[in-house]
């Protein structure tokens, strides 16, 4: 084997050991940031699913929200269509009445004109007009009855419909005559007559002193029944204590 040769695979095999040592060198490092930026990676994988799971969360919870007030609306529609259907005859019943009350006293002056006119004839024409006129007052005096009664039930079949809670008259005020501490409502002295409404809200106080609000659920002619608001509540109601439509 000449020298020449012997030199060139002397180079040879330091190259190669050279290779082997630069690989033994700098692979593990290599490896070792491959290794990180791969822990790195599934970290931002995990974090990404969990934030993905959150949302997804809040997506179920906001749906199951939209649906119950849905159904929440849905009823509300149906018992206002309720309650409209019951007021529609009594306000057709209340315009009959009224038109009828017209008549009668349209009625009763036609009677005073014959009576009037008639006071120049004879004592028996006079006494018949005179009877007529009477029957003419008494049917006008049951028409305006009848209207009244009417308004009544009008007015009280408007205050049992589904209202908003600041639909109450200002001024509006009366005073708690019960209370159910177990179920927490109470009992007003206040009805549809003094404008109580169906979802309606009213302060309840003691002294000039807050003590909750009362939201109405059942409106009567003369008296109504609430159920105290928790987000309000300060102390418990008591039967003597102010309500109002005051705000504080």
Not at 22 to 47: C, F, M, N, R, Y
Not at 108 to 124: H, I, T, Y
Request: charged share 30%.
């Amino acid at each position: 084997m000449s020298i020449t040769t012997k030199i060139c695979l002397i180079v040879v095999i330091l190259a190669g050991g050279l290779g082997i040592y630069l690989g033994a060198v700098q692979i593990p490092p290599q490896i070792s940031k491959l290794k990180e930026e791969k822990a790195a990676s599934d970290a931002k994988i995990l974090t990404t699913e969990n934030a993905k799971k959150a949302v997804e969360k809040d997506r179920d919870l906001a749906k199951t929200e939209l649906d119950t007030k849905g159904a929440e609306i849905t009823d509300l529609n149906k018992q206002l269509k309720t309650e409209q259907d019951k007021i529609q005859p009594l306000q057709k019943a209340a315009e009959i009445a009224v038109a009828e009350a017209e008549v009668a006293k349209l009625e009763a002056k036609r009677q005073e004109k014959l009576a009037d006119a008639a006071s120049k004839g004879g004592s028996e024409q006079l006494k018949l007009l005179q009877t007529d006129l009477k029957v003419a007052q008494q049917k006008l005096a049951v028409a305006e009855n009848e209207v009244k009664k009417l308004t009544e039930e009008l007015k009280l079949a408007k205050a049992q419909a589904p209202s908003e809670p600041g639909s109450l008259p200002d001024g509006l005020s009366g005073k708690i005559t019960a209370v159910d501490p177990k179920w927490d409502f109470v009992v007003l002295n206040i009805g549809a007559k003094a404008g109580v409404q169906n979802g309606g809200e009213m302060t309840v106080s003691r002294a000039g002193k807050l003590i909750g609000r009362v939201k109405i659920t059942k409106v009567e002619a003369n008296h109504s029944i609430g159920n105290m608001l928790k987000a309000w509540k300060k102390g418990d109601a008591l039967e003597g204590d102010a309500v109002s439509v005051v705000k504080f």
